[in-house]
């Protein structure tokens, strides 16, 4: 799946519902960048949908090549380019107190821990990541 970033900053939204929801789960500046950018193809290695706020997913997404790992960002941020899921994503609902829901990398939606395990950089998961990250790349086309 391919997204093109259309906004990245709060400040680009208008007043309503959706500004409100995104300032709850999001704590930024109105004018600070979150990490975007504008017209920047991006590839989508997992969609989480525990955030959902105004019926809306968050994307993990690399913020740049050299990334260890993706990271969350709203859904609102972004049109979709190529809405194809990749052939690598697991779906995954849980129900209960902790419960997942969403299309993740099949290690990550078997080990509740998987992610965080990335995000501190334990060997084990950046090289599970890096070579999915390689195949999602060559799932996709940039035209």
Known sequence: M????????????????????????????????????????????????????????????????????????????FEIIDSKPSQYWSFIFESGARGRYGLFLPEWANDQGFYERLVDGEQKEKEIFLRYKKQLESEIRFD
């Open 2 to 77: 391919l997204v093109r970033c259309i906004k990245n900053k709060f400040a680009d939204f208008e007043e309503g519902p959706l500004k409100n929801s995104l300032r709850k789960v999001i704590h930024m500046d109105e004018h600070e960048e979150v990490g975007l950018k504008v017209g920047r193809t991006y590839i989508v290695y997992s969609i989480n949908l525990n955030f959902l706020i105004e019926n809306m997913p968050f994307y993990y997404i690399c913020d740049d090549e050299q990334s260890p790992y993706p990271v969350p960002k709203a859904a609102s941020f």
